[in-house]
């Protein structure tokens, strides 16, 4: 099944626009992990945060969680033309679960 | 370091054609998953090895599906019969150590189903 639920479901922006996705999740988790998915390819890991952690940075990437809400988000400064893919979010908590994650299309 | 191999990297069957799909994680990895991803949908876990044993299947189609890992190195999943809502892209991921790190995935064996 399903642990998490990424928002929105699609995103298009301009390029050097931020782009924000959240996602939600419904039990305990050991932490949280995004990743994303071009098309037709394999997932590539983004960043993992672990459930006693608020925030981590990375590159351009920023993730929060809020153990408290079930909720993280991921946000991408700067975007970029390449950065068009699908960003799934992922929960290790007693299995690893993805959601449904969100397509992201970067306009040049 | 070499990562996750998956092959073939297309497969096309006839329904209730039998098929199977290989798995090489990365050295060292001693924890290994199938994933099975839908058109539009996040991938669903499938089966969960520890090394050789099994930690998670309460999610793959014991009826039709069965996957093993010998020697604790590499996996094979085998689907039979298929049926056509088995098309989808099959995915193996390996971490070093369980639910605790990031996981690298393969680029996945696409099925599709006739």
């Known amino acids: 099944s399903q642990q998490g639920e990424e928002d929105p479901q699609a995103l298009s922006i301009q390029e050097g626009e931020n782009a924000t996705m959240n996602c939600s999740y419904k039990?305990?988790?050991?932490?949280l992990q995004w990743y994303r998915q071009n098309s037709g390819r394999g997932l590539v890991h983004l960043i993992l945060?672990?459930?006693?952690?608020r925030e981590k940075h990375s590159g351009r990437l920023r993730v929060t969680l809020d153990t408290s809400k079930k909720s993280s988000s991921l946000l991408i400064t700067a975007s970029r033309a390449a950065d068009t893919a699908s960003y799934f979010c992922?929960?290790?908590?007693?299995?690893?679960?993805f959601g449904t994650g969100t397509s992201l299309t970067v306009i040049p | 370091e070499a990562g996750v191999a998956q092959s073939p990297r297309y497969k096309i069957i006839e329904k209730r054609q039998s098929v199977a799909f290989w798995c090489n994680p990365i050295s060292g990895h001693a924890t290994l998953y199938w994933y099975q991803q839908i058109l539009g949908q996040g991938p669903k876990l499938l089966i969960q090895?520890?090394?050789?044993?099994?930690?998670?299947d309460s999610q793959l189609p014991k009826d039709r599906f069965s996957a093993e890992r010998l020697k604790g190195v590499d996996s094979t999943l085998k689907i039979q019969p298929a049926k056509l809502e088995d098309s989808a892209v099959y995915l193996c991921?390996?971490?070093?150590?369980?639910?605790?790190?990031?996981?690298?995935f393969g680029s996945g064996t696409r099925l599709t189903v006739v």
């Open positions: 991921a390996s971490s070093l150590e369980q639910l605790r790190d990031g996981y690298t």
């Open positions: 090895f520890q090394n050789n044993g099994v930690v998670d």
């Open positions: 945060i672990r459930s006693n952690e």
């Open positions: 039990t305990s988790i050991n932490n």
């Open positions: 992922a929960t290790t908590g007693n299995q690893f679960y």
